[in-house]
């Protein structure tokens, strides 16, 4: 659990246990659309993307001048040797002020939520009045490793101390030396794609076919849906042509879905997950403004939501459980979600707005039938991804986090009444990253 103050122990009551120094405000949020790979955005950069978002929301929270932001947290998962300061570098192109601090943090496809935890928690300890947090990812502009048998003789040739080893050493170069290390969405530890992964809990669970084409026709509706009402006018930046999701399917129905072919567990009988119910490899960015009610107050700006709690989680998807379900690659939220809905006191049936990140419908309907195998009653669906998730809007990795934060704050604030949502983010390496929410 966090050092923030834990949710409230009954529907909007008053909390209980320790408290925070003070609470933690979700004050606004800045994506640009999200596009799908080698697209739109086949040529920019995770910087250009992230520093995109950020000037989006510098724009709208007037975050330009000197001080005005106390630090700068954010991530990408697929990085070039020149993102190796990211979010510093960011800083540095962007309307923030260039005095602003910055730091990388990387956690998977739970990145951008960590980094708002990172972020929040200094301000929940008095150590920053504001913050701004999120990540970017390109899949289109993945780096490209050089092989590494060729990456051994280049060592040598640079340790070498006479031009006679240098030249005994690129001797020993072949052709085979030259082909790159292209990345693989795969574990290094089984050599799985997290799709053929994801399979196997599907498997496990009994996940069906119809199921998980229904789920995600659901996403595209409501994410267009959500457009459609201007839920994102103030949370999506246009940029290099783009204005929504490029992913977005508003057509979508389970009846379309089922005609697609399964791409993953297709050397098991019945396979049931396609490219229409799993996400999409995509390019974007997106980032949060979070500050303490103070700073808030002293500039006008009225926050959205409180972050109250978080709890993370890890699986052994190696050599754990993983036939039979229990530690599937993806699975950790479903052991992180009760753990701090304990803590605080809370169930399932206390949140207005529960966001299950959508990295495979699969997925999400397992990990809904782990929490009710673990004793949480069942989550209503008008409840379950209100705006659409990753389905629809696509998943660069590190973005992920901080979309959610902002789409649910934005949630919570429209109500104009007292919330709570839940957020639960699995990731690879068997992690799972969750947070509470609230509007009082």
């Known amino acids: 659990m966090s050092p923030l103050s ?52 510098a724009e709208r929270h007037g975050l330009e001048e000197p001080g005005a932001v106390g630090e700068f947290v954010a991530g990408a998962v697929l990085k070039h040797a020149r993102d190796f300061n990211l979010a510093r570098e960011t800083v540095l192109g962007s309307r923030l002020d260039a005095r602003t601090p910055a730091y990388d943090i990387q956690q998977a496809c739970g990145t951008g939520l960590q980094a708002v935890i990172a972020a929040a928690n200094k301000i929940a300890l008095g150590q920053t009045e504001s913050a701004v947090a999120g990540g970017a990812d390109t899949a289109s502009d993945a780096p490209l490793g050089v092989n590494d048998d060729l990456r051994r003789i280049l060592l040598e040739v640079r340790r070498a101390k006479s031009a006679g080893a240098r030249l005994k050493a690129l001797a020993r170069i072949r052709p085979s030396h030259l082909v790159p290390d292209i990345p693989r969405n795969a574990e290094p530890r089984t050599g799985l794609s997290m799709g053929e992964h994801a399979a196997v809990t599907a498997r496990a669970w009994g996940v069906t076919r119809e199921a998980q084409d229904e789920l995600a026709a659901a996403s595209h509706q409501r994410l267009a849906a959500a457009y459609e009402r201007g839920l994102l006018t103030d949370l999506v930046v246009p940029f290099r042509g783009l204005a929504r999701d490029q992913n977005l399917r508003p057509g979508s129905t ?32 997106a980032v ?60 399932i049936e206390d949140f207005d707005f529960v966001e299950i990140h959508e990295a495979f419908a699969s997925q999400v309907l ?32 590190a973005a992920t986090g901080a979309r959610i934060v902002a789409t649910l704050a934005k949630l919570l604030a429209e109500r104009e009444a007292p919330g709570r949502g839940l957020i639960s983010i699995c990731a690879a390496g068997g992690q799972g990253v969750t947070a509470i929410l609230e509007r009082s």
Do not use: C
């Open 6 to 57: 834990p949710a409230s122990g009954s529907k909007h009551g008053p909390a209980h246990g320790p408290r925070q120094a003070r609470p933690v405000a979700v004050v606004g949020g800045s994506r640009i659309p999200f596009a799908r790979s080698d697209g739109p955005y086949a040529t920019a950069s995770n910087q250009e993307m992230l520093t995109a978002a950020v000037d989006g929301l």
């Open 254 to 285: 389970p009846a379309k879905l089922a005609a697609l072919k399964p791409v993953f567990g297709t050397d098991a009988p019945d396979p049931t997950m396609t490219a229409g119910n799993s996400t999409p490899l995509t390019d974007g960015a």
């Open 288 to 347: 949060v403004l979070l500050a303490s009610d103070a700073w808030a107050e002293s500039r006008n700006l009225t926050p959205l939501a409180h972050l109250t709690a978080y709890e993370t989680a890890a699986v052994d998807f190696v050599t754990g459980d993983v036939v039979g379900g229990e530690d599937g690659l993806l699975m950790a939220p479903a052991y992180a979600v009760p753990r701090m809905l304990e803590r605080a006191g809370l169930g």
């Open 366 to 397: 397992a990990t809904l039938a782990a929490w009710e195998k673990q004793g949480l009653a069942p989550v209503d669906r008008a409840r379950l991804n209100v705006a659409g998730s990753s389905l629809a809007t696509g998943h660069p990795f």
